[in-house]
C-alpha cells in the first residue's frame, strides 16, 4: 500500500492528471492540504467531481499530527492532495521524510505549479532567478532577506518569482502562549502590500548609507506598486 502525494495544478477539480484521479477514486482517505496555497474552487466541488469524501488537512495536522494522516498507509493507499505540484513547498518533503522514517512507500503524481506557468506571462523560464517568498511583516519581525535576493537577480540579469504570503488558520501569539484554539482570520497578501514592504526596505537602507546598487530596482517595482 502507498502514501501517494498527488498535484491538483492550478484551476479548478479538473486539472488533476488522469493518473491522480484514478489513485482518488480508489484510496481509502483523501485529504487536501489547504494551506500553502489556494484552490480555485472549494471542498464540496472537488467531492462532486471525485466523487467521494475529501478531509480537509489544516497547519496543524499536515505539520504537528502528520501520523495522523499517514495512520493504515501501510494497509491501505492514502492520498493527500496538494494545490500545484506536490514538491512546490518544504512541508511536503517534510512529510515524505515522516513516512519513510515510518517505513512507508511514497508516490508523487506531479502537476503543474506557479513555477512553470510564470511562462505565460511572457518571461522565459531559463531567465528567473532564484524564487522568494515575501511574508507578511509584524511589529517586532521584518526580515528583508527577500530585497537582497531579487536585487541578486537584478545584478545577474535575471527575473524573480515572488511568492506572496498566505495567513490561514494562524494563531496570535497571546492565543498560542496561553494554549487557546483560536484563529485568525485568512489573510492573503496583495501585490500592493508585498510591494510597499519592499519598497520600504529600498527607503530604510537609503536611509542608513546603504543604498541598493541596482538603479532600475526602484523603477521595476513601481510599476507594479502603482
Known amino acids: 500500500m502507498v502514501f501517494y502525494l498527488i498535484g491538483l495544478g492550478l484551476g479548478d477539480a479538473k486539472d488533476i492528471t488522469v493518473k491522480g484521479l484514478e489513485l482518488v477514486r480508489k484510496a481509502a482517505r483523501v485529504y487536501l492540504e489547504a494551506y500553502t496555497s489556494i484552490l480555485t474552487v472549494g471542498q464540496e466541488q472537488l467531492e462532486k467531481f471525485y466523487g467521494r469524501e475529501v478531509i480537509l488537512a489544516d497547519r496543524t495536522l499536515v505539520e504537528q499530527n502528520s501520523d495522523e494522516i499517514l495512520a493504515g498507509a501501510d494497509k491501505s493507499d492514502v492520498v493527500l492532495l496538494v494545490v500545484g505540484d506536490p514538491l512546490g513547498a518544504t512541508t511536503h518533503s517534510d512529510i515524505i521524510i515522516r513516512a519513510l522514517e515510518l517505513g512507508l512507500n511514497y508516490k508523487v503524481v506531479h502537476n503543474a505549479s506557479i513555477i512553470n506557468t510564470i511562462g505565460c506571462c511572457g518571461l522565459q523560464l531559463y531567465h528567473f532567478g532564484e524564487t522568494?517568498?515575501?511574508p507578511f511583516w509584524t511589529e517586532t519581525w521584518k526580515p528583508q532577506s527577500f530585497v537582497d535576493k531579487i536585487e541578486q537577480n537584478l545584478a545577474c540579469k535575471?527575473?524573480?518569482?515572488?511568492?506572496?504570503?498566505?495567513?490561514?488558520?494562524?494563531?496570535?501569539?497571546?492565543?498560542?502562549?496561553?494554549?487557546?484554539?483560536?484563529?485568525?482570520?485568512?489573510?492573503?497578501?496583495?501585490?500592493?502590500?508585498?510591494?510597499?514592504?519592499?519598497?520600504?526596505?529600498?527607503?530604510?537602507?537609503?536611509?542608513?548609507?546603504?543604498?541598493?546598487?541596482?538603479?532600475?530596482?526602484?523603477?521595476?517595482?513601481m510599476l507594479y506598486y502603482a
Not at 484563529?183 to 548609507?209: C, D, K
Open 158 to 221: 535575471l527575473h524573480t518569482l515572488c511568492l506572496l504570503d498566505i495567513k490561514m488558520k494562524e494563531q496570535s501569539i497571546e492565543n498560542l502562549m496561553r494554549g487557546r484554539q483560536v484563529f485568525e482570520p485568512p489573510r492573503y497578501m496583495s501585490v500592493r502590500q508585498a510591494a510597499e514592504q519592499v519598497l520600504q526596505v529600498i527607503e530604510t537602507r537609503a536611509a542608513e548609507g546603504n543604498p541598493l546598487k541596482c538603479k532600475t530596482y526602484t523603477y521595476i517595482i
Open 132 to 134: 522568494v517568498s515575501i
